[in-house]
Nanobody, 116 residues
Framework: QVQLVESGGGLVQPGGSLTLSCKVS????????MGWYHQAPAKQRELVAA???????NYADSVKGRFTISRDNAENTVYLQMNSLKPEDTAVYYC??????????WGQGTQVTVSS
């Protein structure tokens, strides 16, 4: 059974930093493209950052220069380092593991709130 467990969310002041982690079990992590998405209330889920199995990264324009996605295949974990956080970054952040149309998995989400 494939499981994705996110951690690291919380409350942070504007300008602060958080690091999210997503640990994957039950599958061969290194084969998967990994992504972080966020979903604010009453809005659609959106891609924040992604990293392929080969290590290529891409970011939403809104987070370029502030967020960094990375992966540790030895630890079966993907990270999202978030710096210079803004109130508009407030959302539930979800981890996604994608290998094919039929092997696509989501974590349960972790809340990030940016507020003074």
């Amino acid at each position: 059974q494939v499981q994705l467990v996110e951690s690291g969310g919380g409350l942070v002041q504007p300008g602060g930093s958080l690091t999210l982690s997503c640990k994957v079990s039950g599958t061969i992590f290194r084969l998967y493209d990994m992504g972080w998405y966020h979903q604010a209330p009453a809005k659609q889920r959106e891609l924040v950052a992604a990293i392929t199995s080969g290590g290529t990264t891409n970011y939403a324009d809104s987070v370029k220069g502030r967020f960094t996605i990375s992966r540790d295949n030895a630890e079966n974990t993907v990270y999202l380092q978030m710096n210079s956080l803004k109130p508009e970054d407030t959302a539930v952040y979800y981890c996604n593991a994608h290998y094919s149309r039929y092997t696509d998995f989501w974590g349960q989400g972790t809340q990030v709130t940016v507020s003074s």
